[in-house]
């Protein structure tokens, strides 16, 4: 059974902080990676997608990959009151997945002013 | 945002009754997801679709079944609805199936109880 674990929640963070979410995930073969952000009653949207070992910086959006730790995280900089969201790791395996994507349990992050 | 619609969005039904929840999408996607979420668990695919009348099952596919008849649309059948099946089902598409380029947009989501 392939899985993709979070980093156990609720997250809090003050306003302008650094927050960092981590993922792990156990199938080596994996490729693409995925950031969603889902509001409170609402669907999950993408705010983030890395394939390749390194850093990808997106605005206040930091993903960072590690193949051989099988790690990837994200980091929000500067966090507002609404990146209050839950964030959802997401992985597609190697081969032919036809795109299906394995979520992790999600990390709740709550930005207080 | 992707053009996405499921129907009901919301629905109550009894248990033992056979639920069919609709994804219909105008983006021409080859690629139809149905995925349920729960607390605790994350989203959890149930079965996909990789094109007209090509479907396979996911990871949580017991009591469950579908079908694509139309690129455009994709049911989810419920055949015969059981409390555990109580959840919000979320319908996703995508026009890529390469691991490096597989980008996922969800619909709006059915929240779905069974009592």
């Known amino acids: 059974q392939k899985e993709v674990e979070q980093n156990s929640g609720p997250l809090s963070v003050p306003e302008g902080a650094i927050a960092s979410l981590n993922c792990t995930y156990s199938?080596?073969?994996?490729?693409?990676f995925f950031w969603y952000r889902q509001y409170s009653g609402k669907s999950p949207e993408l705010i983030m997608f890395?394939?390749?070992?390194g850093d990808k910086e997106d605005g206040r959006f930091t993903a960072q990959l590690n193949k051989a730790s099988q790690y990837v995280s994200l980091l929000i900089r500067d966090s507002q009151p609404s990146d209050s969201a839950t964030y959802l790791c997401?992985?597609?395996?190697?081969?032919?997945?036809?795109?299906?994507?394995?979520f992790g349990q999600g990390t709740i992050l709550t930005v207080h002013p | 945002d992707a053009g996405i619609t499921q129907s009901p969005r919301h629905k109550v039904t009894e248990t033992g009754t056979p639920v069919t929840l609709r994804c219909h999408q105008t983006?021409?996607?080859?690629?139809m997801y149905w995925y349920r979420q729960d607390p605790g668990h994350g989203l959890r695919l149930i079965h996909y679709s990789y094109g007209v009348k090509d479907t396979d099952k996911g990871e949580v596919s017991d009591g469950y079944s579908v079908s694509r008849s139309k690129t455009e649309d994709f049911l989810l059948t419920l055949e015969s609805a059981t409390s555990s099946q109580t959840s919000v089902y979320f319908c996703?598409?995508?026009?890529?199936?390469?691991?490096?380029?597989?980008?996922?947009?969800f619909g709006q989501g059915t929240r779905l109880t069974v009592v």
């Open positions: 199938d080596r073969g994996s490729q693409s």
């Open positions: 996703a598409i995508s026009d890529r199936s390469g691991t490096w380029n597989t980008e996922a947009f």
């Open positions: 890395i394939y390749s070992n």
């Open positions: 997401a992985v597609v395996e190697g081969g032919t997945s036809y795109g299906k994507l394995t």
């Open positions: 983006e021409n996607h080859r690629y």
